[in-house]
């Protein structure tokens, strides 16, 4: 087994839900409330159905939407099939969850009751089960009742999954955590289609006896081949699915950064290459270096674990770098024209952005590769710059494929962030 399957193999380990207990009883509460309320039925898990990534079985820790059918009682649909009966609907749904919940969030958003929690929320959508086993829910805006099918959605991922050898849902949950970290502005179920699609136009893959590494690669090239198109049509219940934002050019650089990785086999930063693609989920290697350990204090943060993220606004890092007797140079400008960024030069950054304020600025700066690690300093943490609020000084002290990163931070939500490369290199 190659190390790179080995720090992915450990990495699918650590995508699992760390708080899947506290969300199985928020949902069994809520679930038990409803019956009552529609049904004086003394159940915490009849007459529901987890949909989304979470009854995809596809979902990873850190999740925040969870998606959740009611099935409501059939006797109702002549009372509730009526003018406003869709608003009637969420409006009985939402008061038999605040009667549980009465100090949380419970609101009304067109086709759902959004209950929110600290560390995630609840989507309910109460719904009329068909014959055919899809559903009839709500739509406010309209006061229509609309129909979906996500239990076709959940067999067909299940049926994958199960040709697959388990290859199907690893892939998925892999690729959410690199749709986190780098902010792919992808739907979950597209993400799971697309895997469904690529998996169903080959033939490898559909066993254990592989290098996970090459799997990842080549759904990376599969994504940045996808044509630019408005929707597809999802697995199993061919409803549309809208593109929000175009990703093949972040495939490719992903299908890039992969290579490297896979090229970096031998290497103590390989793991440093890894959590260039998926991010916190890799963790440090336990390196030997001339037969003697290596160990450094992995102290890297990752802002998403302290904050909701919503980019509505552009942030541009600008880095000057000065050093006495040296006309001041743009950082930018200098990678581009392939300068050399040496030791013993002093960055200043700054930033531009379209935000108004009052904001927070939180600044990370992350150094990389043997030298980092040799010194244990590795860095990563974030913090606020007590000196400026909108600027931040640093030195470069040895080689690595450094980087900062900025968050702007509005109502406690990161509205926007920068990032900018800090390549130091000896000659």
Known sequence: MSKSTEILKETVNNLKISNADVIRNRRDEITKKLNSKFRDVDSHSQYRLMVGSWGRHTAIDGISDLDMIYILPPELKSVLHSKHGTQKTLSLAKEAIIERYPETTVRIDRLVVVVDFKDFKFEIQPCFEEQDNSFLYPDTYSDTWKKTDPRKEIYEMCDLDTKTDGNARVLCRLMRAWKRKHEIQMNGLLLDTLVWRYFSGIDSYKN??????????????????????????????????????????????????????????????????????????????????????TTYNDTEEFIENRFDIDIKNDLYIECIVTQDGFRPQNLSRMIRDHILLRPNKKLEFSIITNAQKPYTLLWKVLNRGHEAVKRNMVRGQIFEDSNSKDKHTELTEFAGEHYVECYLIKNNVVVARGHQDVPIRIP
Not at 231 to 245: D, E, I, R, T
């Open 208 to 293: 254990s006896g592989f290098a996970l590494e090459c799997m990842i690669r080549d759904f990376f090239d599969y994504l940045s081949q996808q044509p630019n198109q408005d929707y597809w049509c999802a697995l199993g219940s061919n409803q549309k699915v809208y593109s929000k934002h175009p990703f093949q050019r972040q495939a490719k650089e992903a299908a890039d950064l992969t290579r490297k990785a896979i090229a970096a086999e031998d290497t103590i930063g390989l793991s440093d290459k890894w959590k260039q693609i998926f991010g916190r989920f890799v963790k440090p290697q336990n390196t030997n270096n001339n037969s003697a350990k």
